[in-house]
């Protein structure tokens, strides 16, 4: 075990104590065992261990990380990682007042942390886990050890838990949304007739990282197609691209898409991209602290459905922050399966939404637009907000 330089481990704790006590309360977990990559960053103040950034497995099992916060008692907190972290604590020591850098699997990290949980009084703790994060060998290690424990559910506490973002996280998100809105409109400046979408991404994946992102994913479609899959499709003179990509800012989310044309659009297209502009902007109009979080999204489902493009295209939209869907949960199943818990209560300050009206049309394609909106006490900070309208392929 290494101990963390003396210090106010109180003052050293990089989220909101007070809040997080309360949410445990709330939800009758006693001690939180966190080991998701997004939670475990969070509750270490940004931390994320470089040689599992990309990749989980290792040898016959995985990194398993694991901050223990026991409530109301800062001072018994722990982490559990692996044994190469140690080199971190000795550089930027972790906030916890107990490091246990020993682990090489999910098995050993379980049962470190079972170990300390021992050590500090609370084996038969109502315990707060991330079931979606614990492996079966894992979760297993954790009840065979602490047979008198209570293993509870602690997913929806930690996503009320990063719900609000700190002025910090908001700058993460924007730089976020602004790199990512600079790399797409440079490769739409740069492809041209011929490019594949093969092409087209990797020159995404390049523009994104050289900008200092790690770029996540990208979803893009080209002509009449509504398949956003890479392949050796090409683009042709008067077709339109839509371009959908995720990337992360210090693990941050940016998530937007943004709409181009190889020539210049004609005016059925300027139509079609100003008919989703308008659901966008009723949904914008709607949103600022305070605001039943509903209401946005039904002021811009009203005007969806009197347009005449509704036949064919959908509105959405979705909390984000460190993960692409987090609290507020505004819509039910839509598409991703989870309800809409939070549609009927206010928007907070320091939210941050992804606002996303996508068409299907028959013949000119797939054409979107989303948006990453960051609620404010007098209304909305749209980021990353430029190229909004039909960006011109081929000009560099």
């Avoid at 021992?118 to 047979?147: C, N, Y």
């Amino acid at each position: 075990m290494n101990v963390s330089p003396a210090r106010s481990q109180a003052a050293g704790a990089p989220f909101d104590r007070d809040k997080l006590d309360r949410l445990m309360d709330e939800a009758g977990i006693d001690v939180l065992l966190a080991t998701s990559k997004h939670n475990v960053q969070y509750l270490l103040g940004g931390y994320r261990y470089i040689f599992f950034h990309a990749m989980d497995a290792i040898g016959h099992s995985r990194y398993l990380p694991v901050v223990i916060y026991a409530k109301g008692n800062p001072d018994k907190a722990a982490y559990v990682g692996n044994r190469m972290e140690g080199h971190e604590q000795q550089v930027n020591p972790f906030w916890t007042p107990s490091v246990f850098a020993n682990c090489w699997g999910s098995v050993d990290a379980a049962t470190q942390a079972a170990a300390h949980l021992k050590s500090i009084g609370l084996a038969r703790a109502r315990i707060g886990l991330e079931p979606a994060f614990v492996p079966h060998d894992a979760w297993a290690a954790l009840q065979a050890a602490l047979p008198d424990a209570t293993l509870i559910d602690a997913t929806g506490m930690l996503e009320r838990l990063r719900a609000i973002k700190t002025p910090e996280e908001l700058a993460k998100l924007r730089v976020a949304s602004e790199l990512i809105t600079d790399s797409m409109l440079a490769v739409f400046a740069a492809m041209r007739e011929g490019s594949s979408k093969g092409d087209i991404v990797e020159r995404l994946r390049r523009e994104e990282t050289d900008r200092g992102l790690t770029f996540d994913y990208a979803l893009i479609t080209l002509g009449s197609s509504h398949n956003r899959a890479v392949s050796p499709q090409t683009w042709r003179r008067g077709e339109v691209m839509s371009l959908d990509s995720g990337g992360n800012y210090h693990g941050y989310i940016g998530d937007l898409c943004r709409m181009a044309v190889l020539g210049e659009p004609d005016a059925e297209l300027q139509d079609l991209l100003s008919e989703i502009d308008q659901v966008q902007q009723a949904a914008f109009a709607h949103i600022r602290a305070g605001a039943r979080g509903g209401d946005f999204i039904a002021q811009a489902e009203q005007v969806l459905k009197t347009s005449k493009v509704a036949a064919y295209t959908d509105f959405f939209a979705h909390g984000m922050g460190l993960i692409s869907h987090e609290a507020p949960f505004l819509m039910t199943n839509h598409p991703v399966a989870y309800e809409g818990v939070d549609a009927d209560k206010p928007l907070e300050a320091g939210m941050v939404v992804s606002v996303e009206t996508t068409m299907l049309h028959p013949s000119r394609g797939f054409i979107k637009l989303e948006d990453t909106i960051a609620v404010m006490a007098d209304g909305y900070e749209m980021m990353g907000a430029r190229g909004r309208g039909w960006n011109l392929g081929g000009t560099q």
